[in-house]
Nanobody, 122 residues
């Protein structure tokens, strides 16, 4: 069973920065895409950023709301994916979830971390 271990959430003032980490139990290259999603109570989980690690290595994708402020990256040696968040806004407050997608034999398997709370105070 795949496990995604997240860390780095917390409370920060508006304009501040946080870095989230996600370490999977398997190699990050065993997943086609890894990324971060966030969810506010009562709302659907939404995409924040993804990074592809398959054929199109390292291609990133961001939600419009975080472009220019958030950066997704990976450290191969540490087998970890990061989400660097800067210029944080109160509306970034949410539970952030690490996601890993694996495609195999025409099937897609999604794996989720336990979530880490990010709270941005105004």
């Amino acid at each position: 069973q795949v496990q995604l271990v997240e860390s780095g959430g917390g409370l920060v003032q508006a304009g501040g920065s946080l870095r989230l980490s996600c370490a999977p139990s398997g190699s990050i290259f065993s997943f086609n895409v890894m990324g971060w999603y966030r969810q506010v109570p009562g709302n659907q989980r939404e995409l924040v950023a993804t990074i592809a690690s398959g054929a199109i290595t390292g291609t990133t994708n961001y939600a419009d709301s975080v472009k220019g402020r958030f950066t997704i990256s990976r450290d191969i040696a540490k087998n970890t994916v990061y989400l660097q968040m800067t210029s944080l806004k109160p509306e970034d407050t949410a539970v952030y979830y690490c996601n890993a997608l694996r495609r195999y034999s025409g099937q897609e398997n999604n794996y989720w971390g336990q979530g880490t709370q990010v709270t941005v105070s105004s």
